[in-house]
């Protein structure tokens, strides 16, 4: 299963790498990545590759906490249902 996550916050050091370190501790593989600074803002995209046997909202879970800690916002959505959302 493909899943499409975003991270936006203001911009410090160890974001992507908190990040990365939590989708490999998940066992979650990074398929691409695009990331940028506006100004002081810090936006993130990533397509990730999950096991399909995956808890998805135990994934979600440890994401917004993961969030809370970096002080950033992430929000994970299965592939196909954010790509049907961009299609309306």
């Excluded at 803002?41 to 995956?54: G, H, R, V």
Aim: proline share 1%; glycine share 6%.
């Amino acid at each position: 299963m493909k899943a499409v996550l975003t991270v936006i916050g203001k911009d410090k050091v160890g974001i992507i790498a908190g990040v990365s370190q939590k989708l490999a501790a998940l066992n979650i593989n990074i398929l691409d990545v695009s990331q940028t600074i506006m100004e002081d803002y810090f936006t993130m995209m990533m397509l990730l590759a999950l096991d399909p046997a995956s808890d998805f909202d135990h994934i979600r879970e440890e994401l917004h906490q993961l969030g809370q800690s970096l002080g950033v916002k992430i929000s994970i959505q299965n592939q196909e249902i954010f790509d049907t959302m961009h299609k309306l």
